[in-house]
Every structure is written in structure tokens, then in C-alpha cells.
């Protein structure tokens, strides 16, 4: 079993920068795939940057040029490094792994709030 530890969530002010990282115990192979995605109450869990194994890279389009997303896919670790926060970014953000043929694993969620 995959268990993913999320870490660097916190309070920080509109235009401050947040790291946010992950780790994964269990896994037997490298990732396919890591990244961070984010919840607001009462709406859908959406993606906010992922990475693969090749070290290729997608972000949502919110987050383009403010957030960077870097892994190690021989460690199973992601780290986001997020830049000129925004209120808007306010919610909880999960990590999520892809290992093998279909395996996929959820942390437990890290709050980011920005205040304005």
C-alpha cells in the first residue's frame, strides 16, 4: 500500500510563496505520475500541476507562470513551489500518484490559505 505525506501548507499573504511537498512510502517502482490537485468546498477536485516519470509537466491554466512543479520519480517525490498567491488559491490541496497499471493514491489533503 501507497501512503502519500504531504507537507508546507499554511498562511501566507497575497503575493507570498508557499512550497508544498510530497512524499510516498510503499511503492515498489517509480511513479508514473505525481502532482497536486485542489479542492474548494462544495466544487470538484481539480487539477493543479502534474509531472511524469520523463519529467514532463502540465499545469492548470490559473496557475501558469506562478507555480512549478518538480519531482524525483526515484525517490516517489513532488515538491510545488507556488509564487505570487492569490486569495483565489485558498483551498486544500492533495497530492496524487500513479504507479504501475492503474494504481492510483490520494494524500490526505494540506491547507493553503492567502489572505488579501
Known amino acids: 500500500q501507497v501512503q502519500l505525506v504531504e507537507s508546507g501548507g499554511g498562511l501566507v499573504q497575497a503575493g507570498g510563496s508557499l512550497r508544498l511537498s510530497c512524499a510516498a512510502s510503499g511503492a515498489i517502482s517509480s511513479f508514473n505520475t505525481m502532482g497536486w490537485y485542489r479542492q474548494a468546498p462544495g466544487k470538484q477536485r481539480e487539477l493543479v500541476a502534474t509531472?511524469?516519470?520523463?519529467?514532463?509537466?502540465n499545469y492548470a491554466d490559473s496557475v501558469k507562470g506562478r507555480f512549478i512543479i518538480s519531482g524525483d520519480s526515484a525517490k516517489n517525490t513532488v515538491v510545488l513551489q507556488m509564487n505570487s498567491l492569490k486569495p483565489e488559491d485558498t483551498v486544500v490541496y492533495y497530492c496524487?500518484?500513479?504507479w504501475g497499471l492503474g494504481y492510483e493514491y490520494w494524500g490526505q489533503g494540506t491547507q493553503v490559505t492567502v489572505s488579501s
Open positions: 496524487h500518484g500513479h
Open positions: 509531472i511524469t516519470r520523463a519529467g514532463g509537466t
